[in-house]
């Protein structure tokens, strides 16, 4: 069987953005006519299933599948326990991202030809510095990334699924990719994430308006969330007690006074001034 490009695109109320990101997968291969998208439209209340819909015309490599729950966490699930080819790659990207030409092509032939575990793509449009430190520590973003075959069949042998409501998706996925699901055996030297520096995905550059500030201030609101989330996660993590990880990210709360003081006192940048909101948001839900 003939391997296909198999992507899953992430779309939360992006009508301003769905096409050009479709429109730029389709420019990132050669060959068109092996890719296999599905566009995961959740829980949207503007006109985004209906652009994917439309495109989905011209191009019927493309799916659009609408999910209720406007929920990334919960979206990776639904797609990863649908009637996917698991002897394949697959590769997650955010709706408002897009790829440079012939992207695809590049991975093709320097990463889904491997035997890692997981691929990363730098993406272009943050600071060097950035895409140095994510080079280095061979981090995935979760901009695009994309698991292996053996990932896929290790994630359903342990039926495991994120938490619906974790923001941060990608963190928790790197660390699987890592250390895998044999939480006491320590990091396996042999799961190797082929990093490619060279071509990744474009993240737009955020314009000053009274509408973008509203929309950094709702992200920072969401990134002291996620601190605290991944606090808990890497708490479990580390005491080889990860099957305790909720349904629902919400229920971490319980363990917020296990986590030692550092996530509270450690500076983070604008982020930290919501660190307080966070706190409560969670201990309150």
Known sequence: MENKINIA?????????IVRCLQ????????????????????????????????????????????????????????????IDESQFHFFMDGDNWLPALMLDH??????NSNSIGIAMIPIGVSESLRAFLAENRFISGNFYGVSPRFIQEVKRYNFKLPVGYIGDDSLVMYLLEKGFDYKT??????????????????PRIKISIKNLKMLHTRYKRYALRHFQQEVFYFLAKQNRLDELPEQAELIKKYMFNIGWKPYLSFYGIQTFYHPYAFFKILTS
Request: include cysteine; proline fraction near 3%; aromatic fraction near 8%.
């Open 9 to 17: 695109v992430f779309a939360h109320n992006e009508s301003d953005s």
């Open 24 to 83: 730029s997968i389709v420019q990132a291969t050669s060959s068109p006519e092996k890719l296999n998208v599905k566009v995961l439209v959740n829980g949207c209340i503007d006109d985004t299933a209906l652009l994917v819909n439309n495109f989905s015309k011209q191009y019927p490599q493309f799916q659009c599948v609408e999910i209720s729950l406007g929920d990334k966490s919960n979206a990776w699930n639904h797609y990863l326990y649908s009637d």
């Open 107 to 112: 991975i093709e032939s320097v990463g889904m």
């Open 186 to 203: 320590g990091l396996d030297e042999n799961r190797i994430i082929e990093v490619i520096e060279s071509s990744g995905p474009v993240i």
